[in-house]
């Protein structure tokens, strides 16, 4: 059921992040910058973060600094 859940977010347009990291009274993603949510939305759809930079028009490096903050604002590890 969960599976279900997170393919038909991720379709409509939304990120789908587990539920032990859910709050059903607050949008996880508020705590996030514009970029920060921007690249999780897409790393969610399944982009590689080479291809998110590109689009995005800064570095690698710039990317993989807006997923660590990201991560670590969610309080994840991995974008597993």
């Known amino acids: 059921e969960e599976l279900g859940d997170a393919v038909e977010t991720v379709i409509s347009g939304g990120v789908y992040i587990g539920f032990e ?4 009274n607050d949008d996880p993603l508020k705590c996030l ?7 999780v939305v897409r790393l969610g759809r399944g982009e590689t973060l080479t291809g998110i930079a590109a689009d995005l ?15 670590r604002k969610l309080g994840l590890e991995t974008t597993a």
Not at 33 to 39: A, N
């Open 33 to 39: 910058s514009t970029r920060e949510r921007e690249l």
């Open 21 to 24: 990291s859910q709050n059903v």
């Open 57 to 71: 028009g800064v570095s690698i490096q710039t990317a993989g600094t807006y997923r660590s903050r990201a991560l």
